[in-house]
Nanobody, 128 residues
Framework: QVQLVESGGGSVQAGGSLRLSCTVSGHTFDNLVMGWFRQAPGRDRLFVAAINQRGGSTHYADSVKGRFTISRDNARNTVFLQMSSLKPEDTAVYYC?????????????????????WGQGTQVTVSS
C-alpha cells in the first residue's frame, strides 16, 4: 500500500518561510513524479510544483515561481517544498501527490488527474 505523509506545515507571518516534507512508502520512490498542490477553503485544489523522477526537471505554478522550490532526496524517499516570501494568499492545505508514470511532461503534471496517490495534507497559514 502506497502512503504519502506530509509534515512541516504551520503558521507563519507574511514574508516568512516554511519547508514542507513528504515521505513515501510502499512504492519505488525514484520511479515517481512528485507534485505539490494546495487547496484554500471553498476553492479547488490547485497545482503548486512538480519534479521529475531524478530531480533534474521542475515545474511551478506562476503564483509561486521565484518563491517556492521543490526538491527531492531519493535516498530518503522524500520530496520537499521550500516556501519563502510567504503571502497571506498562500494560506491553504498543502497536499503531496505521486504519479507512477514513466515519463515527465510539465503540461500534464500540473493536472490533478495525472496523480495516482495523495497525502492527507498539511495546513499552512500565513498571517499579514
Amino acid at each position: 500500500q502506497v502512503q504519502l505523509v506530509e509534515s512541516g506545515g504551520g503558521s507563519v507571518q507574511a514574508g516568512g518561510s516554511l519547508r514542507l516534507s513528504c515521505t513515501v512508502s510502499g512504492h519505488t520512490f525514484d520511479n515517481l513524479v512528485m507534485g505539490w498542490f494546495r487547496q484554500a477553503p471553498g476553492r479547488d485544489r490547485l497545482f503548486v510544483a512538480a519534479i521529475n523522477q531524478r530531480g533534474g526537471s521542475t515545474h511551478y505554478a506562476d503564483s509561486v515561481k521565484g518563491r517556492f522550490t521543490i526538491s527531492r532526496d531519493n535516498a530518503r524517499n522524500t520530496v520537499f517544498l521550500q516556501m519563502s516570501s510567504l503571502k497571506p494568499e498562500d494560506t491553504a492545505v498543502y497536499y503531496c501527490a505521486a504519479d507512477r508514470t514513466s515519463y515527465w511532461d510539465p503540461e500534464l503534471h500540473d493536472l490533478r488527474g495525472s496523480y495516482d496517490y495523495w497525502g492527507q495534507g498539511t495546513q499552512v497559514t500565513v498571517s499579514s
